[in-house]
């Protein structure tokens, strides 16, 4: 089993920056790779970025360029850096563990972010 654990949403006025980090636990070595994922007001759930254990970043649409995922496996910690924030990124960040390069199994319970204008 693998814990994780969000931290670091807020609120910030549009064009600000925030940090989240996930702390995961347990079994980790067993992850295939590691994303963050959000939950807009009134949508589903969608992927914002994903880090395998190549260290290769992938990003949906909008976060592309204005986002930048990394992890610690040393820490066992994964980062979100958001720069340039908009009020359409408001939404619930969750963090993800997959395993098997196949299954998101293992999830956070979310932190809140709130960009206003």
């Known amino acids: 089993q693998v814990q994780l654990v969000e931290s670091g949403g807020g609120s910030v006025q549009a064009g600000g920056s925030l940090r989240l980090t996930c702390a995961a636990s347990?079994?980790?070595?067993?992850?295939?790779?590691m994303g963050w994922f959000r939950q807009r007001p009134g949508e589903e759930r969608s992927w914002v970025a994903i880090?395998?254990?190549?260290?290769?970043?992938s990003y949906g649409g909008s976060a592309r360029g204005r986002f930048t995922i990394s992890r610690d496996n040393a820490q066992n910690t994964l980062s979100l850096q958001m720069n340039s924030l908009r009020p359409e990124d408001t939404a619930i960040y969750y963090c993800?563990?997959?395993?098997?390069?196949?299954?998101?199994?293992?999830w956070g319970h979310g932190t809140q972010v709130t960009v206003f204008s």
């Open positions: 880090i395998n254990n190549e260290e290769a970043a």
């Open positions: 993800a563990g997959q395993k098997q390069n196949r299954y998101w199994e293992y």
């Open positions: 347990g079994s980790t070595e067993i992850l295939t790779a």
